[in-house]
């Protein structure tokens, strides 16, 4: 499918495509198309992941028109997924999906089949993780993941490449934040939501505290950051929608025609 490549296929090392087709009769058919391909071009977002709560699956959506690609891109898996909050392309090539209720950052491949555990290493561990929400990935490459009960409530806790624990990156309360829910870097800061202390709490890359970038916004979850620099914040609570912000907090709109 030209439109939608993805859809009805998978992505494959060459080990597994020789472990599962017969290449001795095979043929590479570049085309006659040309294609810029510059380094830049390697980072570019190819599918847009929506965790569905109340079906315990993730959607995909083609991210520039919204259109559904697949409806059950990684599908309900009972014991697996309990309550989906946010998929992530990892580095190393996997999808990474924070769950509420599992308390696990859960891995899948690229076709949506399920691979295991990421973290935390080992499995559940409520004195680390317990009640979590969205996670992100540092420019290190490494997990960071919100908490919002048990030992680290209020707490970012950190993981390295293989899901071990190293502790929090950005420390229990820091800065007044009350139950985190999504964090996103940018270049120069990290921004953190919290739903109880109704902002978006601004941290410097190593997760010290700075300011509050946004205030007075009422149970915010997901925060994105915008191709021209805006953000557009989900609120869950009255009056709930998607509210737009400048890059310094200033709000530009508030939608609420979906609530």
């Known amino acids: 499918n ?4 993805f859809i009805n296929g998978e992505v494959l090392s060459y080990n597994q495509i020789t472990n599962k087709y017969d290449l001795s009769d095979a043929e590479i058919n570049w085309g006659s198309a040309s294609f810029d391909y510059t380094p830049q071009n390697a980072g ?70 399920y691979t295991g555990i990421f973290a935390p290493a080992g499995g559940v561990n409520n004195a680390i993780l317990d009640n979590l929400r969205g996670h992100a990935y540092r420019p290190n490459g490494n997990l960071v993941v919100t908490v919002g009960s048990g030992a680290n409530d209020d707490g970012i806790p950190e993981f390295d490449a293989g899901g071990n624990y190293l502790g929090n990156f950005i420390a229990n309360g820091a800065g007044g934040m009350n139950s985190p829910f999504c964090i996103l870097f940018r270049t120069n800061d990290v921004l953190v939501t919290a739903s109880t202390s109704d902002a978006a709490h601004r941290y410097d890359l190593n997760g010290t505290y700075l300011n509050d970038l946004i205030t007075g ?9 915008l191709s021209n620099g805006n953000l557009a914040v989900a609120v869950f609570s009255t009056p709930s929608g998607l509210g737009i912000y400048n ?13």
Request: glycine content about 6%; cysteine-free.
């Open 44 to 113: 570019a977002t190819q599918l847009l992941l929506i965790p569905d709560w109340s079906n315990d699956n993730v959607l995909s959506f083609d991210p520039v028109t919204g259109d559904l690609v697949n409806a059950n891109y990684i599908p309900s898996s009972p014991g697996i997924l309990a309550s989906p909050k946010h998929a992530l392309l990892n580095a190393a090539g996997f999808i990474s999906v924070s769950d509420q209720l599992t308390d696990l950052v859960q891995k899948f491949d690229t076709a949506g089949n």
């Open 217 to 225: 916004i009422n149970f915010p979850q997901q925060i994105i950051e």
């Open 247 to 259: 890059s310094t907090g200033g709000q530009l709109n508030f939608f609420t025609q979906v609530t």
């Open 2 to 5: 030209s439109t939608h490549p």
